[in-house]
């Protein structure tokens, strides 16, 4: 089974903080992904990654960054973080097309 | 610009009780449409994917169907622990996913 697993369950920030959420997946999967979903809105792509030290930017990428430094990893970070980047944020992996999600990390940015 | 749009938004059920959860979409050329289930507090689980009109796959009490426009995800006889989040998401160019708000499903005993 796939299997992607996520730093943090639940996280508690202020406002102006540098973040790290962190991301690996065990399958070698190729492609990564970063997600945040909000009630009402659906996930949205942040970022995303074909390969190691490749990124490509999503949707919805202001105020956030990425890094992929080796295949199993995918990093998010936020830079300052603001009280509108609240939410859920979602890691995902996949080999072709279906992608495999991770169990998720709420962050709430006071 | 692709669209994804799930209804209806919340669908209550009484157990026993059989209904359809639809997903429309406008996109510039399919590749593949995917149904997952979310529990609260949780990530999506993968159920199904289809690629092509006349499609349908089954899983339990769960079967999904496509069409040119749409995909319905069919719920028979549904049970308390069919209770989730069902999201719709499709694929065109790349590896990208584009995902509806979903629809959110309670089954009563």
């Known amino acids: 089974d796939v299997k992607v697993t996520q730093s943090s369950r639940y996280l508690v920030k202020r406002t102006g903080e540098k973040v790290f959420l962190e991301c690996v997946q065990d399958?070698?999967?190729?492609?990564m992904f970063w997600y945040r979903q909000d009630p009402g809105l659906g996930l949205r792509l942040i970022y995303f990654?074909?390969?190691?030290?490749?990124?490509e930017k999503g949707d919805i990428p202001e105020g956030y960054s990425v890094s992929r430094e080796k295949k199993e990893r995918f990093s998010l970070i936020l830079e300052s973080a603001s009280t509108n980047q609240t939410s859920m944020y979602l890691c995902?992996?996949?080999?072709?097309?279906?992608?495999?999600f991770g169990p998720g990390t709420r962050l709430t940015v006071l | 610009e692709d669209q994804v749009t799930q209804s209806p938004e919340a669908l209550r059920l009484q157990e026993g009780e059989s209904s359809s959860l639809n997903c429309s979409y406008t996109v510039s050329g399919l590749r593949g449409l995917f149904w997952y289930r979310q529990d609260p507090g949780k990530g999506p689980e993968f159920l199904f994917t289809l690629y092509s009109a006349g499609e349908e796959k089954e899983k339990e009490r769960l079967k999904a169907t496509l069409t040119k426009k749409e995909s319905f995800l069919h719920i028979t006889a549904p049970k308390p622990e069919d209770s989730a989040t069902y999201l719709c998401a499709v694929q065109t160019g790349g590896n990208k996913l584009v995902f509806g708000a979903g629809t959110i499903l309670r089954v009563k005993s």
């Open positions: 990654s074909y390969d190691v030290k490749m990124k």
């Open positions: 399958m070698d999967h190729e492609n």
């Open positions: 995902a992996s996949s080999l072709l097309w279906e992608q495999f």
